[in-house]
């Protein structure tokens, strides 16, 4: 069965540096990209980019939308089949709830599994 | 980029049969699988139709989608509404590694 599990929520000051996971199971990691999507309260899907675990290394590996690009920085983990989502420097608008999601293929297909969401509160 | 429209929310009656359309702005609907997820209120999204027509498994047959290229749009139809299938809808797509997702459609059942 394909999982996708989340760390827990988290409260942050605006300026701190952040970083939340997903961990997957359940199939070949190497096999499917990973994706990121916000969530701000109230409010639609965003998606934030997506990571090729397999090529993780590579120049091509990871996908950003305009969006987010140099806003945050998603990394994978191969040894312990785990992605990441990082902010050196939060702000306000950060709070959000983000998902983690699991392509069906590469990054031109569907998501086809999602973890259950982290909660993040940034506030002074 | 391209962008996705979708009405901000539709109502319909329990049994009858609600169509939500989706509405590529720039580029051909065609030229790229659209998706669509339902979000229940305090849940995950989860995929109810993926590259334009197909259902999961365990996606009831009463969800379908369909695309008009004269219109540059997908829809996802749902008949026989039940209340449990009031949520959130989300269309999505893509386009020269980029992922786009509809503004999304609140269903009220």
């Known amino acids: 069965e394909v999982q996708l599990v989340q760390s827990g929520a988290e409260v942050r000051k605006p300026g701190e540096s952040l970083e939340i996971s997903c961990k997957a199971s359940g199939y070949r990691f190497t096999d499917y990209w990973i994706g990121w999507v916000r969530q701000m309260p109230g409010k639609g899907l965003e998606w934030m980019g997506s990571i090729s675990p397999r090529d993780s290394n590579t120049r091509y590996s990871t996908r950003y939308s305009p969006s987010f690009q140099g806003q945050v920085t998603i990394s994978v983990d191969k040894s312990v089949t785990t992605a990441y989502l990082q902010w050196s420097s939060l702000k306000a608008s950060d709070t959000a709830m983000y998902y983690c999601a699991r392509l069906q293929g590469g990054l031109m297909t569907q998501f086809a599994y999602w973890g259950q969401g982290t909660v993040v509160t940034v506030s002074s | 980029n391209f962008m996705l429209t979708q009405p901000h929310s539709v109502s319909e009656s329990p049994e009858k049969t609600v169509t939500i359309s989706c509405t590529r702005n720039?580029?051909?609907?065609?030229?790229?699988?659209v998706q669509w997820y339902q979000q229940r209120p305090g849940s995950a999204p989860t995929i109810v139709i993926y590259e334009g027509t197909q259902r999961p498994s365990g996606v009831p047959d009463r969800f379908s989608g369909s695309i008009d290229t004269s219109s540059n749009s997908a829809s996802l139809t749902i008949s026989g509404l039940k209340t449990e299938d009031e949520a959130d809808y989300y269309c999505?797509?893509?386009?020269?590694?980029?992922?786009?997702f509809g503004g999304g459609t609140k269903l009220t059942v």
């Open positions: 720039s580029g051909s609907i065609a030229n790229n699988y």
């Open positions: 999505q797509s893509y386009d020269n590694n980029i992922v786009v």
